[in-house]
């Protein structure tokens, strides 16, 4: 806004200069041609020059207005040296004294001058809009010399005034376009610059939850760490009694056949031994997992091991496999075994889900660098707060779970380069998503 002030400013005192100098020419010839057409012609016909004379003011009001045909002016008018107007366009002004004011006086003393006069109230004057701009200059009505540049004493004054309301109109039209073209660019700036400012923010904040995220995980890990490992202590030190209880039952058990052979207690603790054993086993495999060995395998064998394994379970409790193959799967390099006890784990858990039976479907498809296997089952899906946390160690929903199972098969996957997800499917049921590389040929 302060350019576009500044920019009408400049405008304004061009265009008054331009005008000034206008008047000056116009008066210049104006002084000329009224000398030489009217003063000298009816000085040697009358004898002396009276304006009061129908004749006289006829001639002079018809070398007037050919002087200044065709230009802008909005009114002449002649003083003579007792400040009395003995010329005017209009009419109605001829024999009016003293009107000539301060630009008077100072053409009367041989000197040019302009004055602005601007019409409005304040507020439209101080913001450079008036409704009307006139421009009155004063400028000393010389006689002249035949034949010579030089002036002759000063006759009375000519004074010129200019409407310049239309020029002024235009240049605060102007001024007006300028800042609505200032306001929209800073306008779009500014937008610009929000959206650049919101960019950053949401970024930062992105940043720092993820650094929140990533410290928590950190935290985690270290106490994982350090759990694991005093679980691995604990597990082996358990192990070795755990045997020997064991084996002592087996013995206490093989005594007692010919004394008292309906005595279960050596079958209960054998059972809760192994029973021990085996939970001891996920601690150790979810604490230390073990390195696999990695050879070339086909997906479809190792699951229809999982489905052989299972199936007089699966035909007693009323669960059916439906198997969805894509053609030409191929080949991944993995540990046989493992995968086996992740997807065991896996198909478990489906049939859990469906405590009175159902169908489990297996999807087997390729991309260009992972086979996926989906494992569907037909349950009532998971609990968005228990699906929140199966991930995590020791969380479980089941009565004699130790919340390691699903653990131990994202290690098993991770420990492939694989991912795994579980997810609630849209209609029923939860579904599991394995992806595993593809076996690169080389």
């Known amino acids: 806004m302060v350019l576009a002030v500044l920019n009408s400013h400049w405008a304004r005192?061009?265009?008054?200069?331009?005008?000034?100098?206008?008047?000056?020419?116009?008066?210049?010839?104006?002084?000329?041609?009224?000398?030489?057409?009217?003063?000298?012609?009816?000085?040697?016909?009358?004898?002396?020059?009276?304006?009061?004379?129908?004749?006289?003011?006829?001639?002079?009001?018809?070398?007037?207005?050919?002087?200044?045909?065709?230009?802008?002016?909005?009114?002449?008018?002649?003083?003579?040296?007792?400040?009395?107007?003995?010329?005017?366009?209009?009419?109605?002004?001829?024999?009016?004294?003293?009107?000539?004011?301060?630009?008077?006086?100072?053409?009367?003393?041989?000197k040019c001058s302009s004055e602005l006069i601007q019409r409005g109230n304040f507020m439209q004057i101080l913001m450079g809009f008036p409704e009307e701009s006139k421009l009155i200059t004063s400028v000393p009505f010389r006689a002249e010399k035949p034949l010579s540049r030089a002036s002759g004493p000063v006759l009375g004054v000519i004074e010129i005034i200019q409407n310049l309301s239309d020029d002024y109109k235009v240049i605060s039209g102007y001024q007006i376009l300028v800042i609505k073209t200032y306001a929209l660019v800073m306008?779009?700036?500014?937008?610009?610059?929000?959206?650049?400012?919101?960019?950053?923010?949401?970024?930062?904040?992105?940043?720092a939850l993820e650094q929140m995220e990533l410290k928590e995980q950190l935290s985690l890990a270290k106490h994982l760490s350090s759990l694991g490992e005093m679980i691995a202590g604990i597990s082996h030190e358990i192990r070795n009694p755990l045997g020997i209880i064991k084996s002592?039952?087996?013995?206490?058990?093989?005594?007692?056949?010919?004394?008292?052979?309906?005595?279960?207690?050596?079958?209960?603790?054998?059972?809760?031994?192994?029973?021990?054993?085996?939970?001891?086993?996920?601690?150790?495999?979810?604490?230390?997992?073990?390195?696999?060995?990695?050879?070339?395998?086909?997906?479809?064998?190792?699951?229809?091991?999982?489905?052989?394994?299972?199936?007089?379970?699966?035909?007693?409790?009323?669960?059916?496999?439906?198997?969805?193959?894509?053609?030409?799967?191929?080949?991944?390099?993995?540990?046989?075994?493992?995968?086996?006890?992740?997807?065991?784990?896996?198909?478990?858990?489906?049939?859990?889900?469906?405590?009175?039976?159902g169908k489990i479907h297996i999807d087997i498809s390729a991309s260009a660098s992972d086979v996926i296997i989906a494992f569907k089952d037909e349950g009532a899906g998971i609990p968005q707060d228990v699906l929140e946390n199966v991930w995590n160690p020791f969380f479980t929903t089941k009565e004699n779970g130790t919340g390691l199972g699903l653990g131990i098969v994202r290690n098993i996957i991770e420990s492939h380069g694989g991912t795994i997800r579980i997810e609630n499917r849209p209609v029923w049921g939860a579904q599991v998503t394995v992806w595993l590389p593809v076996l690169k040929e080389t």
Do not use: W
């Open 13 to 110: 005192t061009m265009q008054r200069k331009t005008s000034e100098d206008y008047a000056l020419l116009l008066a210049e010839n104006l002084n000329h041609q009224v000398f030489l057409q009217f003063v000298i012609p009816v000085a040697l016909r009358y004898g002396k020059i009276q304006l009061r004379n129908p004749d006289q003011f006829e001639r002079m009001d018809k070398v007037v207005k050919n002087t200044l045909h065709s230009f802008k002016i909005d009114m002449v008018k002649i003083y003579d040296m007792n400040n009395i107007i003995s010329y005017s366009i209009d009419k109605t002004l001829v024999g009016k004294e003293n009107l000539g004011g301060t630009g008077y006086s100072q053409a009367i003393g041989g």
């Open 187 to 207: 306008g779009l700036i500014f937008l610009v610059l929000l959206f650049i400012v919101k960019r950053g923010e949401g970024i930062i904040e992105k940043r």
């Open 248 to 357: 002592s039952a087996e013995l206490l058990k093989k005594k007692m056949a010919g004394v008292d052979p309906s005595n279960a207690i050596p079958d209960i603790i054998v059972e809760e031994s192994m029973r021990l054993n085996h939970i001891i086993t996920d601690f150790l495999d979810c604490a230390k997992p073990k390195k696999p060995n990695l050879l070339p395998c086909r997906i479809i064998d190792v699951l229809e091991k999982n489905i052989t394994f299972l199936s007089t379970h699966m035909q007693q409790q009323g669960y059916s496999i439906i198997k969805n193959l894509q053609d030409d799967v191929p080949e991944i390099s993995a540990d046989p075994g493992m995968l086996y006890q992740a997807f065991l784990n896996i198909l478990i858990n489906s049939m859990q889900a469906m405590p009175d039976g």
